[in-house]
């Protein structure tokens, strides 16, 4: 099982981003995917999830309404759309199935101006 995010990078304050998470070694159909983000000396936060067909969503309050999750089954993938980014939003991203208790590198994701 592994999860590959990818792209992050610098980016304003205001800016957007779309992260990618591909994953291999089971087909995401039928679980939910995660969200979530790390901090430099912080702990993991949940970001947000999408259930299995997309059915319903949720977020962590600091980020509702700025970001979204969505899911393609078919290229077994999960993205993330971060807009209106702000510098607490730095942190390395990560995604994940609750049912996998595996962790990919994560993707590097800097607001900074």
């Known amino acids: 099982v592994q999860f590959v995010e990818s792209g992050g990078g610098l980016v304003q304050p205001g800016g957007s981003l779309r992260l990618s998470c591909v994953v291999s070694?089971?087909?995401?159909?039928?679980?939910?995917m995660t969200w979530w983000r790390q901090a430099p000396g912080e702990g993991r936060e949940f970001v947000a999830y999408?259930?299995?067909?997309?059915?319903?969503?949720r977020y962590a309050d600091s980020v509702q309404g700025r970001f979204v999750i969505s899911r393609d089954d078919g290229a077994n993938a999960a993205y993330l759309q971060m807009n209106n980014l702000k510098p607490e939003d730095t942190a390395v991203y990560y995604c994940?199935?609750?049912?996998?208790?595996?962790w990919g590198q994560g993707t590097q994701v800097t607001v900074s101006s």
């Open positions: 999408v259930t299995s067909s997309g059915g319903r969503t």
């Open positions: 994940n199935a609750p049912a996998y208790n595996v």
């Open positions: 070694g089971f087909t995401i159909s039928g679980n939910t």
